[in-house]
């Protein structure tokens, strides 16, 4: 089926509209003429960029600025909730080279919007997670792969301005996925069309009626179709982050044409991805728009072709391309230190190779900055072997993504990701390794931090610490990554971002970054400091349920366990714990009064959750589950080895959150005094957990001191336990080793409620 991709002028255009617009682009070499580039490495107050923090701190925030107001226009950062459905997986493809996984991503709450259709292919012999490109074409992905059981959908009938079913939509190309699994990497492939169709107008189909309607005119910086399937591109990246087969520091991105654009602009945005392969992306892409040759800025916003792609601001600089503040160069920069291979034709007169050559030479320097390589020379030579971080490849031939090419972008990105093959057999254990590899894996620094005095908060380690924080919180949400935050800064280089990213998903991660920032901020005022403590307590309130849980992850919900309200791993208790510190505690003075006042009404809700959500058995009320339905706070499992139970270890956070309360209402009085009871009653004695060579084993001693189980079986109150098979089963020693050892499934934790409670009870008349 892949037999290359050859776009027209002006697809969806009329042939008059085509020849007209090509009469007047230049593509004789000599009539170039002289042009000046704007200084990329040049601060907005003229000073130098002579480093890399500079570069990342500061300027690359300028460029990027710079692009949103003059090019592409501003990407909402209002939070739109996700979910993922993936109803298929490990389905043998390619005789047997792949297992194919398909999903469909829904905005849930807005009847009309798109769904978004994932397939994932990922290497049938892999034993644990890999690296993925993540491919978007122009036509569906039914068409797209010849193999049967992929999901038809609806695709675009362009011309038409309407929706056919996917098999009716225009074939442009196929895409080989075997030159990436033959090397051990993962393809995943989405549709433009999914994501918003390519017309003008189209808008009022796609994800930006996600934000509001799309009647009127679009003001100057207003966010075009690039735009667009550039922040549908990022939905896919949440959803390839959740994929336990694919290894979320490894996502590279592609495109050819105006999707080799939006791979560039999606990549600038979009810190995840950790490598860039555009294709024959020409003019608004990686093309010089100063250098006159082939498509220009006129030609391409051109009333009757592209300008919709684009800001409304863009089409101005048709007849005064100096006068951009922004060029090719810049674009190419704002990916620095990334991998990048620039993919072109050498006949390509219309997207112009070698003006995209000479901005990859420009774009050099700033990759410089962080010791990576660039290009080097003063003229492309077709099917040289691209060298280098920053690297250029032509083919010969014309604006099409060839065979070949696959081959060398799959070359490259085996060679940038150099461990494609995971040496482990077991996939858990391989990606257990890499996760406790990884430099930013997430530590207990808070606990260190918070004892320290007034005076070390105002000292200059505080200070690089914070301003560490700072550079990783979620340029979106405002939450901040699970990871390790403080110890260096984001400079933009992929191998300091931690295990699972750079976008805040776990709701609880974001906790002790803002009680840093507000002791930071209480002895060394800050408006950075109070607006990031502020966004930081917007992304909780906003992922707080009506109910008052919260969800595991936010907004993106890749499977059942990240959208229930959840007590797992002590997630509620925390969020809980900080939100009255925000609403009360003298550190966080700096917020505006309505707030904190905010803050203590989240408190407040999730309080009447806790007291609705603990398990009654026959009248008698016990502990809590670990996690809920959202709606209905029904007790729900989780993952597989984490069944619905009554759980011996979140209850006990719960109930020592209750015991902290000044003022304790009746209700919560009834609450603590049933969880205590429950306590005594589940108490395990003459029992000791082992641990020894990643193993648990339970031995029979009568000196042990008390046990407690993880989880117990509502109605019956016997401990249960389960692997990852999720079979029940009553004896721990039933389940398989790599569980036994890789969970708590004792502790003892009601020792430490029973003597809280003691001292409660003390007080409160018991």
Known sequence: MFGGLALALCPGVSPVCAQAVAAKVNTDESRVG???????LKLES???????????????????????????????????????????????????????????????????????????YAPAAAKGPVPVLLHIGFSPNVLVFDDPGIEEGLGWNVREKKRVPGRQATLLA?????????????????YYGDIEPDFDGGAAFGVRTLFGSQDGP?????????????????????YLSGDPAIDPRKIALSGASRLGKTTLWAAAQEP??????????????????????????????????????????YRTYADRVKDLPVDSHMLLSLIAPRPMLLVTGDTDTWSDPRGEFLAAKAATPVYRLYGKTGVEGEQPIAETPPAGDLAFYMHKGGHALLPGDLVVMADFMARQFADARPAASDPVAAANAARKANRNMPTGW??????????????????????????????????????????????????AVGPWGTRAALIKATVNEMRFLARVQ??????????????????????????????????????????????????????????????????????????????????????DFILKAQIVVDGRPTAWAQQYDEVSLAPRPARAFEPVAVSGSESASVLMLLMSLDKPSPAVKAAIRAGAAWYRSVQLNGIRVVYADGDRLVREDPAAPPLWARFYEIGTNRPIFAGRDGVIRYRLAEVEKERRGGYGWYGDWGAAVLARYAEWARTHGD
């Open 34 to 40: 002289a042009y000046v580039l704007p200084e990329a």
């Open 218 to 238: 679009r003001q100057p910086d207003a966010w075009g179709a690039i735009g667009a399937w550039s922040w549908g591109l990022s939905r896919v990246v949440d």
């Open 272 to 313: 995840r991805i950790a490598l860039v392969m555009p294709v024959i992306s020409g003019e608004g892409g990686a093309a010089l728009s100063r250098r006159d040759y082939g498509e220009t800025i006129a030609a391409i916003t051109d009333p009757t072709r592209y300008g919709y792609w684009f800001a409304p601001r």
């Open 446 to 495: 808070w606990a260190a931090a918070k004892a320290r005095p007034d005076a070390w908060f105002a000292g200059p380690e505080a200070r690089r610490m914070a301003d560490n924080l700072l550079s990783w919180q979620d340029p979106a949400s405002g939450g901040w990554p699970l990871m390790n935050t403080v110890g260096e800064p984001n400079i933009g280089d992929p191998a």
């Open 46 to 120: 003229g000073a130098p960029v002579g480093d890399a923090a500079t570069w990342a701190k500061t300027r690359r925030g300028e460029v990027l600025e710079l692009f949103r107001v003059h090019q592409f226009g501003r990407t909402p950062t209002t939070y739109v909730p996700l979910n993922a459905d993936t109803w298929e997986t490990g389905v043998a493809s390619f005789g047997r080279l792949a297992a194919r996984t398909q999903a469909r991503l829904i905005f849930p709450g807005h009847a009309d919007s798109p769904t978004i259709r994932v397939v994932l």
């Open 522 to 607: 209480k002895v060394r005022p800050d408006p950075a400091y109070v607006q990031a403590i502020d966004r930081g307590l917007g992304f909780i309130l906003a992922a707080q349920y009506p109910a008052g849980g919260w969800p595991h992850s936010w907004p993106v919900f890749v499977n059942a366990y990240d959208h229930q309200a959840t007590l797992n791993d002590d997630e509620m208790v925390d969020l809980m714990s900080l939100l009255r510190e925000v609403a009360a505690a003298p550190d966080f003075q700096g917020l505006a009064p309505e707030r904190r006042a905010a803050a203590q009404a989240a408190f407040d809700r999730a309080l």
């Open 174 to 190: 196929g895409f080989d996925p075997k030159p990436f699994l033959e090397r051990g990497l993962a393809v995943a492939h989405v």
